[in-house]
Each structure stands twice: as structure tokens, then as C-alpha cells.
């Protein structure tokens, strides 16, 4: 590889096959399959999707959604709760393609339905556990009153209620995943149910973590799913159970610049600004990212006893035993393995295939 610093390798095929499992997964389920691109950020990667026949997809800001619109996404839905400082961009944006968003307060609806110029989707949003954003399940008065706000404008069209279980990243088991999908399902079913008996009618339900998406099997109650970060998948997901290490379909290929023996340690290129500060625990101990070797197929499985234990902005510090760290030299390359891969695809403009081809993210159009 010819790589001279901290560089995200891509597996095409194994992007590929994660999209096709869960493609596969949603048409079995007779579902919508809108997957979140908040994880790669990249029209280049968004293409492997078109070829499972996927045209609606999620993105994380009205200025992702406006860089999809530009690479010929024509249905996008922002799932986070609507910025209503960017209005104008709004409007823009839902004059050219048809535009989802969220709200889980009135006033933002207000604003909404009295300052959008074009027809927009609106989902209210609602908290099933996660406790980030989002309605409160049981405040059935104040979903209510959204929706009211919604069904009433003239240019809003209500479609539904909308959830992010993240509580399930925080799962140990699968087991608890499923658990958290069902107490979720359960809950989203009883607003509906809610809505319903005060004649709204047609109200879908829409979900989005990638860990009840990759685990379950049984859908029943929900319209449509909205994961994300199964495309490149990472070790945070391993750890739950939501995939294996061979479904992992990044790394960050980074070159070694120091080597201290004495302490088996090795120091790499690579810190936070590459890898993030995402971490997990083994054997009581934090670790920042697993090491695997690069091959001419892509890398190896991770190392045993081989992790990044330290990150600062622009180094990594490897701990590994003794035997591994004096087959290394400084200018070789190390393949790390993400702890989560979607705050670490974040972090760079680029990406770089196994065969060389450069891909492009949001982050390098728009800088």
C-alpha cells in the first residue's frame, strides 16, 4: 500500500455485503429500507447502494442532505430534530428533492408550518428509552399536539412517528438487544394506537439503530428502518453481537514512527484526529482500537494481545507482546481496527479502496 499517513482502507466487497444482507432483510420484511449515510458520508459509497435498488436514505444535517441532493438522491429524510435557523436552506433544499424532517417540540412545528414554502415530511419524533431527543412515549398529550400543528398546515404532510433505540449500543448481549427492540416496538405501537383513536390515520413507525436492525428477525409493527452504521460495522458491534470482526469493512492503515522494545510498545500515526476517542474495555483495561496487519487481500485478523492502549491528537501507542513488536519497524504499516466507525469516518476527507481508487466524503466537497 502505497500509504504515507493515517488513511481509511475500504473493503468494497465487504460494504457490499453488508449492504445486501440488510437490503435482503428489509425486503423480506416488507419494509422500507431508508439506511442512514451519516456513517460513510460518501456519494462514492452511496452508489454500492443503488445497486440493490435503494433510492430513499437518512442523513445527519440539511447540509449532508443538500450534498446527497446534489449526487442525485431525490428522497431524504434528516433524522435529527430540525434546525429552524436554516430555513432558508430548508426551503431550498424541499423545492428540489422530497424532504423529510423531525420535530419533537411545538414550537419548532409552529415554525415549520408557518415558514416552509414547498410540501415537507414531517416525523415526530419519539423517545423510547434513549433519552437524547425526542417526545417521551408516555407524553401522548404533547404528540398529539405536534401532530395537530402538522395535519393542519398546508404545507406539511405528517408521516409518521419516528425512534432511535440507542440505548441498545449500551447492550452487553443480544439477548438485551432484543429486549430493546421489543419494549421499543411496543412503545411505538402504543402511540400509534393513541394517534389513531384521535383520527390519525396512515401514521407509520420508523427505527434506526444499527444493532436491533442487524439482530432481529421479526419486524412486525414497524414501516421502515434506518440503520447506519452496519455499513462499515466496527468493533463496538462485534462487542454487542450485531456482527463478527470479518464484517468489519474499514481500518485505518497507519505507519509506525517509533519503537520502544523495552516496554513493548510501539508508536504509530495516528491518534484521535485519525481513530476518534471512542473506546472499549478488556480485561478491565481502555483500548482505543485492535491491530491487524496489512495484506495484499486487505488486512489480517486483529493481533491477539496487540491494541492501541493510548491516543493522543496525532499519536497512538500500540501495546503488544514482545514477540510481535520485534517483527515491526518504524515505516511499517498497521491496520486498526474502529472501536466505531462512524465518528472515525468522520475524521478524514478520503478513503482509499484495497486496489487505490479514492473515494470522496461529504467532508471533502465541502471544504
Not at 474499514?250 to 491518534?271: D, F, M, Q, T, W
Request: with cysteine; charged share 25%; hydrophobic share 40%.
Amino acid at each position: 500500500m502505497k500509504i504515507k499517513k493515517p488513511t481509511i482502507i475500504v473493503d468494497e466487497e465487504r460494504v457490499r455485503k453488508n449492504v445486501e444482507r440488510m437490503a435482503k432483510k428489509a425486503q423480506k420484511s416488507g419494509l422500507r429500507f431508508r439506511p442512514h449515510f451519516k456513517t460513510h458520508q460518501s456519494a462514492d459509497i452511496g452508489e454500492i447502494f443503488k445497486e440493490f435498488g435503494i433510492s430513499v436514505i437518512a442523513a445527519s444535517s440539511i447540509d449532508m442532505a443538500a450534498y446527497f441532493a446534489k449526487h442525485d438522491w431525490k428522497d431524504i429524510t434528516v433524522a435529527i430534530p430540525v434546525n429552524i435557523r436554516q430555513i432558508d436552506e430548508i426551503n431550498e433544499l424541499a423545492s428540489k428533492i422530497s424532504l423529510g424532517l423531525l420535530v419533537e417540540s411545538i414550537q419548532s412545528a409552529k415554525f415549520l408550518a408557518e415558514n416552509v414554502l414547498s410540501s415537507i415530511n414531517v416525523w415526530v419524533e419519539i423517545d423510547t428509552g434513549d433519552r437524547r431527543t425526542g417526545v417521551d412515549w408516555k407524553n401522548t398529550e404533547k404528540i398529539e399536539s405536534i401532530a395537530t400543528i402538522i395535519k393542519e398546515s398546508g404545507n406539511l404532510s405528517l408521516s409518521g412517528i419516528l425512534t432511535h433505540a440507542g440505548q441498545s449500543y449500551e447492550k452487553e448481549s443480544i439477548e438485551a438487544v432484543k429486549k430493546v427492540h421489543r419494549d421499543s416496538i411496543s412503545q411505538m405501537n402504543a402511540v400509534k394506537d393513541y394517534l389513531s383513536s384521535k383520527g390519525f390515520i396512515d401514521i407509520e413507525i420508523s427505527i434506526g439503530d444499527t444493532p436491533t436492525c442487524s439482530i432481529m428477525d421479526d419486524f412486525s409493527g414497524v414501516d421502515e428502518i434506518r440503520p447506519g452504521n452496519f455499513v462499515f460495522n466496527d468493533l463496538l458491534q462485534v462487542s454487542i453481537g450485531s456482527c463478527v470482526e470479518e464484517d468489519i469493512a474499514i481500518a485505518v492503515a497507519c505507519p509506525v514512527i517509533s519503537k520502544h522494545p523495552e516496554r513493548n510498545e510501539l508508536i504509530i500515526y495516528g491518534g484521535g484526529a485519525h481513530l476518534s476517542r471512542d473506546s472499549l474495555e478488556r480485561d478491565g483495561a481502555q483500548f482505543f482500537g485492535l491491530v491487524a496487519l496489512p495484506t495484499s487481500m486487505g488486512w489480517t485478523s486483529s493481533m491477539k494481545n496487540a491494541c492501541v492502549t493510548k491516543i493522543v491528537q496525532e499519536h497512538g501507542t500500540i501495546q503488544a507482546e514482545r514477540d510481535f513488536i520485534d517483527r515491526i519497524s518504524p515505516g511499517d504499516l498497521l491496520m486498526i481496527l474502529p472501536i466505531h466507525s462512524c465518528l472515525t469516518a468522520n475524521l478524514h476527507q478520503t478513503y482509499q479502496t484495497l486496489n487505490g481508487k479514492i473515494l470522496k466524503s461529504f467532508h471533502y466537497e465541502i471544504e
